[in-house]
Nanobody, 127 residues
Framework: QVQLVESGGGLVQAGGSLRLSCAASGRTFNSYIMGWFRQAPGKEHEFVAAISWSAGNTYYADSVKGRFTISRDNAKNTMYLQMNSLKPEDTAVYYC????????????????????WGQGTQVTVSS
């Protein structure tokens, strides 16, 4: 069983920065692919970023590439999302997710890849 708890959300002005954290429980955190997704009101669940277990591979949505950075600290069982140059369209509930199954036939950009989810943290960017 894996439990994921997000933190770090809040209200920020456009152009500002926030750092989200995702604390994970579970003995094999360092073997999971981890990801961030977001959902804005009235919109579908959207992939944001993902990171391999070794942090050797990172993946980003085009909409956040160059502005967001995903990272992880396996010693602390924690994943991060540094968000810079925030825009009002980044407003959403952000969820962290863990892939504990390792199904390589499903893209890391698909929510179907992940079988554990946090409860989400609200990010609001004002214009």
């Amino acid at each position: 069983q894996v439990q994921l708890v997000e933190s770090g959300g809040g209200l920020v002005q456009a152009g500002g920065s926030l750092r989200l954290s995702c604390a994970a429980s579970g003995r094999t955190f360092n073997s999971y692919i981890m990801g961030w997704f977001r959902q804005a009101p009235g919109k579908e669940h959207e992939f944001v970023a993902a990171i391999s277990w070794s942090a050797g591979n990172t993946y980003y949505a085009d909409s956040v590439k160059g502005r967001f950075t995903i990272s992880r600290d396996n010693a602390k069982n924690t994943m991060y999302l540094q968000m810079n140059s925030l825009k009002p369209e980044d407003t959403a509930v952000y969820y962290c997710a863990a892939d504990a199954r390792g199904d390589i036939y499903i893209s890391v950009r698909s929510s179907a890849r992940y079988n554990y989810w946090g409860q989400g943290t609200q990010v609001t960017v004002s214009s």
